[in-house]
């Protein structure tokens, strides 16, 4: 196992759009073992695989307090969504920015599992924002693109600044 890097925001790799899985095999398993291991360290409730500069239709997540709601989502598809809901977001890319964003309240979603098994499950709430938010990340698309310019420039200098004190 391994802790995986995390690209940051405005890094253009996020930008990419993932490409489905083809196999569900045990190199993919290790690739999801690493996910978890870097999203539980950091810590996160969800990780999309672009995240880590793999640019396949993969999340891994879990909203829970302790580890039991593990969930893998390979290719994933939504298939209802209904409702909506604010939600002050914040992302593993874009350490130290939290922004409203409007998103459904209850979500379908149809996804692979890590056998490669198909499967379907109904999220509401934070888990339902947490699937919106990375399968925006599969599809190139990060968070802050729902700030108002002002606001996103701001945040841009934020990184920055945080950016120039890790150097240090
Ligand atoms: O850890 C995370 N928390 C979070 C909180 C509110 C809305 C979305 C998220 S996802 C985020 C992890 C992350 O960046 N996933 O891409
Ligand atoms: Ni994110």
Known sequence: ???????????????????????????????????????????????????????????????????????????????????????????LSVPTVFVEVKRAETVTVRALDREGQPYEFTASGLEAVCVQHEIDHLDGRVFVDYMTPLKREMAMKKLAKLARAEQD
Do not use: W
């Open 1 to 91: 196992m391994a802790l995986l890097p995390i690209l940051r925001f405005p890094d253009p790799r996020l930008r990419t759009v993932a490409k489905p899985v083809e196999q569900v095999d045990d190199a993919l398993r290790a690739l999801i073992d690493d996910m978890f291991e870097t999203m539980y360290a950091e810590p996160g409730i969800g990780l999309a695989a672009t995240q880590v500069d793999r640019h396949l239709r993969l999340i891994v997540m879990d909203v829970s307090d302790d580890k039991s709601n593990k969930k893998v989502l390979i290719n994933p598809e939504l298939v209802a969504s209904s409702g909506s809901q604010l939600c002050k977001e914040g992302c």
